[in-house]
């Protein structure tokens, strides 16, 4: 979808566009929503630190995340944490854009 071309965080997810497309706004960010929830991942090591660093140096942000989905110090890692962080990002940005001139005659 060409809108999501110039975002940050949305640029990279994949969505299904029906057939006989998109009935209204709504749709496209539930779609949306389901691939930020099962495509943006960060994964290794590395690059979980590089976000982070880059993100959320303090790790307040990120560590506030994890807490709100039960999270505890003993079961995360610095991916799961750059991970959570991104979809935020993520669905930050997707509330921030407008699919309602998508759908204007």
Known sequence: MEMLDGTDYLCDISINVPECGFEDEY????????????????????????????????????????????????????ELLATLLLQQRASEELYDLDFSELFEL
């Open 27 to 78: 749709e496209i960010q539930e779609e949306i929503e389901k691939g930020i929830d099962n495509q943006l991942e960060v994964i290794y090591y590395h690059k979980a630190m590089e976000f982070l660093m880059k993100e959320d140096s303090s790790l307040n942000e990120s560590m506030d995340l994890a807490s709100a989905y039960c999270y505890t110090p003993e079961n995360i890692n610095s």
